[in-house]
Nanobody
Framework: QVQPVESGGGLVQAGGSLRLACTFS????????MGWFRQAPGKEREFVAA????????SYADSMKGRATISRDNAKNTFYLQMNNLKPDDTAVYYC?????????????????WGQGTQVTVSS
């Protein structure tokens, strides 16, 4: 099974930046894209961004547009989420996962191979 590992989270002041990383041990035969989701206490897990395995196509949640960049390093089998101008509302546990569908897929049930998550805390 593909077992991703997230890293790069931490405590940052509002307006600051973080770069999250997700490393996969391998790719399933049917996977098409990988994405970032986040979940704050008492809230549902929500879509943040996605990127195709080739890295040629990306998709972002409206709240992330203009503030985030998703990318990947094929040689390292790792993809990243660079987040700038962070806000307290960005505080959440961030997870990476894969989907058999393309980057337009935002439904939780269509993603699998979830990582353990990395905590992002933005203070005001």
């Amino acid at each position: 099974q593909v077992q991703p590992v997230e890293s790069g989270g931490g405590l940052v002041q509002a307006g600051g930046s973080l770069r999250l990383a997700c490393t996969f041990s391998g790719r399933t035969f049917s996977s098409s894209a990988m994405g970032w989701f986040r979940q704050a206490p008492g809230k549902e897990r929500e879509f943040v961004a996605a990127i195709s395995w080739s890295g040629g196509t990306t998709s972002y949640a409206d709240s992330m547009k203009g503030r985030a960049t998703i990318s990947r390093d094929n040689a390292k089998n790792t993809f990243y989420l660079q987040m700038n101008n962070l806000k307290p509302d960005d505080t959440a546990v961030y997870y990476c996962a894969s989907t058999r569908n393309g980057v337009s897929e935002r439904r939780l049930e269509r993603y699998g191979s979830w990582g353990q998550g990395t905590q992002v805390t933005v203070s005001s």
